[in-house]
């Protein structure tokens, strides 16, 4: 009911005089002024609280010149819209064509792959659908080939991912020997068996040949002993507990052609493994994105010869609870070097994190650890930030060179709403829902039930 006056009538608010001013005082009272944004071209996010829509496209940024490359890096706490901006990120992204790779070690991208008419592949011990992490990339039929000595040398991206693997699964650095004994047994794999898998790596490393021992000057059983360290924890990925994963050739018939193709490691969720697990699964991601997108090359390259316009593919990998790839000092080093390869295979990670604390989790005060992570943001000009602890607030102002308004704002910033820093810009963006994506991003329904 409205507010009357002494007389029973309705109060009217007394009327302010009307304010008169040149044009040319009127750009100091700022009223029309709004930040421009990031141009029009790309995916509608929501609404820029300092003024007008908020749009954003790494692809179309990189082309222009505005962020030296296109991986984002996106933190926020639980319940705070991370996750909801995340995956409508993707579903409008495939309005321009773009594709999407998700490793999802929680099972949350269900709903958003059966929008997308696909299903999730699955990844459960002893289960039936097995990913090869050492299928070969683009040009590996040649990567294998003779070194400057005339001799046969392994594919650089496998014996990296094995060192890699080996390294997390040990807790420390290979050493030179075993290393050598890695490469050794990919190489013999090579002259022999074509395609390597897991089981073959580690039977190669368990019984070598004198052929492999004499390659560098020794002997058969001293060969064994230098990598049997390196081939025992291997062998925890083909016959230990996280056996039927990633054991054998990639399962035939894998649907690989949609919009979206989620990796769901949710059956490993707590294991202590999952590092290593999301490091296989990426691998081997990696790998086939890396021939999809020479293949691309390779069509647009003819369509530009022929005088047709030419189209690159471009996919938006995520990697979701990054944290447990970075904590692993072998694995984190591979991630590295994938994210670097960005530009090359014309994608765009993302990967997300709870916390900036996340960062320096990873490992001890001045570790290597702790120096990749802190690499891994450095190679992501995109930065979102949804609401963080006050406790976050140093780790924020320092790893992400904020302002002390913006590292005050963290803490206040209301669900849905984020700070964005694209390069040297900042934005404060509010996350908008249409219509039918709420059930896309719910993640709550537990919490409603029972």
Request: net charge negative; proline share 6%.
């Amino acid at each position: 009911m409205g507010a009357t006056g002494v007389l029973g009538g309705p109060r009217i608010a007394p009327r302010l005089p009307a304010h008169q001013v040149t044009t040319r005082n009127l750009g100091a009272a700022y009223p029309l002024v709004a930040e421009p944004g990031l141009g029009w071209r790309g995916v509608l996010v929501g609404h820029d609280l300092l003024g007008g829509s908020f749009v954003y496209d790494p692809f179309e940024l990189y082309a222009q010149g505005i962020v030296s490359n296109p991986n984002m890096v996106v933190f926020g706490q639980i319940g705070r819209g991370k996750s909801a901006f995340v995956k409508t990120y993707l579903w409008r992204q495939a309005v321009f064509g773009r594709r999407a790779w998700v490793v999802d070690p929680k099972g949350e991208y269900g709903a958003l792959a059966a929008a997308w008419g696909t299903r999730p592949i699955a990844l459960v011990p002893g289960g039936t659908v097995r990913l090869n992490p050492l299928d070969p990339g683009p040009g590996s039929e040649d990567a294998g080939g003779l070194d400057a000595g005339g001799e046969q040398r392994a594919d650089g991206r496998q014996v990296e991912l094995l060192v890699s693997l080996a390294a997390a699964c040990l807790g420390r650095s290979l050493l030179p020997r075993e290393r050598v004994a890695v490469d050794l047994a990919l190489t013999s794999i090579g002259c022999s068996r074509g395609v390597p898998t897991l089981p073959a790596v580690v039977d190669a490393m368990l019984e070598p040949t004198d052929e492999a021992a004499s390659r560098i000057r020794t002997d058969g059983a001293t060969l064994l002993e230098d990598g049997r360290d390196a081939a025992l924890e291997l062998r925890r990925l083909v016959h230990g507990d996280l056996r039927g994963m990633f054991d054998g050739p990639t399962t035939e018939g894998l649907d690989l052609s949609g919009p979206l193709v989620v990796l769901d490691l949710s059956a490993l969720y707590n294991s202590a493994a999952l590092g290593v697990l999301m490091a296989c699964a990426t691998a081997w991601l990696q790998a086939t994105l890396a021939r999809q997108a020479s293949t691309g090359r390779a069509v647009a390259a003819t369509q530009r010869s022929t005088g047709l316009p030419a189209s690159t593919p471009h996919t938006i990998v995520v990697v979701d609870e990054a944290w447990a790839v970075l904590a692993n000092l072998g694995v984190a080093r591979w991630l590295q070097a994938s994210w670097k390869l960005s530009r090359s295979y014309g994608v765009a990670n993302v990967a997300v994190l709870h916390r900036l604390s996340d960062l320096q989790a990873v490992g001890a005060a001045g570790s290597e650890q702790v120096g990749l992570a802190h690499g891994l943001l450095a190679d992501s000009e995109t930065r979102v930030v949804y609401s963080q602890p006050p406790g976050e607030v140093h780790h924020a102002a320092e790893l992400l060179s904020l302002s002390p308004t913006e590292a005050d704002l963290l803490p206040q910033l209301r669900r849905g709403v984020a700070l964005w820093k694209v390069g040297p810009r900042a934005f404060l963006v509010q996350h908008v829902l249409g219509p039918d994506e709420q059930s896309l991003v719910d993640t709550d329904a537990a919490m409603w039930t029972g």
